[in-house]
């Protein structure tokens, strides 16, 4: 009973911190975007509206920026910016209020990682809600969902923690840490492929630091990898989009698209 309490308490104390961090942005009943906030969320439209006709959303989408085909934003994974921005359209006739209700969510989930990896390094209440608060209320994590609009690096910081509580875990010799890894890592290639790449090359400095410390064992390293195949399950579908783009276009950076069309086959 005591354990059910202290778990709504925790609930209901994310979600009015999620609404604290989000409310400003809304507070004049409109939401200032950026040019990625624009891509982003005309992407998610226009995977709201193929979802609800029952089909997979295209690679190109059609809607925003004057109707042109906007092949570059698939190269962005949808699939976890999906989980919080689209079902609340389902759900909410108003898309203001389904996009303040995604934004909730996404400060909730953060919280909720945050304090899964704080549950683990300390058994001091005051410290785990204060580490958590402080990952959900700093600046970076903040700038990232209201003034750059980075949709899909903000879902990136969302899922890290839970990469870092898998590593802690499978040290201390619990294969919990294998679910736990694999969940964190599979969303961040559902979310934002740089940070996957970030993410990748800090567990494996890690792990060479281990290694370098003789610290590291066999079973520890065929967690690891259990939890690197269970990554790449949970981001295939994902991985494979990105791949498909890749080899079916010519992509240039910015300063070369002035004098390269950046596209072929159709796209």
């Known amino acids: 009973m005591i354990k059910r309490y202290k778990s709504w308490w925790l609930l209901a104390l994310f979600f009015a911190a ?12 409109f939401m200032k975007l950026t040019m990625d ?6 992407r998610m439209e226009s995977i709201f509206e193929m979802i609800k006709m029952g089909k997979l959303p295209p690679l190109v989408n059609f809607i925003g920026l004057g109707n042109h085909g906007n092949a570059f934003n698939g190269m962005y994974p949808w699939v976890s910016m999906a989980i919080f921005f689209v079902l609340p359209r389902f759900f909410l006739t108003s898309p203001m209020y389904a996009l303040f209700a995604s934004y ?5 989930a953060t919280l909720f990682n945050a304090y899964l990896l704080t549950r683990e390094l300390s058994k001091d ?12 209320f700093n ?31 499978i040290w201390r010799g619990r294969t919990r840490g294998i679910l736990h890894i694999a969940l964190g890592m599979g969303m961040i290639a559902n979310s934002h492929v740089i940070s996957l790449f970030l993410m990748v090359l800090f567990l ?11 610290k590291i064992t066999w079973q520890e390293i065929i967690n690891f990898v259990i939890a690197g195949g269970l990554a790449v399950l949970i981001g295939f579908y994902s991985i494979t989009n990105i791949i498909k783009i890749s080899r079916a276009n010519h992509l240039y950076t910015r300063e070369k698209i002035s ?9």
């Open 18 to 29: 999620s609404v604290i961090m989000t409310y400003p942005a809304f507070s004049g009943h």
């Open 37 to 42: 906030g624009g891509i982003h969320l005309s």
């Open 104 to 108: 909730v969510l996404i400060n909730i």
């Open 125 to 136: 209440t005051r410290i785990r809600l204060f580490a958590t608060l402080f990952y959900g």
């Open 139 to 169: 600046a970076y994590h903040l700038t990232l969902l209201f003034s750059r609009n980075a949709v899909g690096e903000a879902l990136a910081y969302t899922f890290a923690p839970l990469v870092l509580l898998g590593c802690f875990q």
């Open 204 to 214: 494996v400095v890690l792990e060479f630091s281990r290694l370098i410390l003789k």
């Open 259 to 267: 004098t390269h069309s950046g596209f072929r086959d159709g796209y």
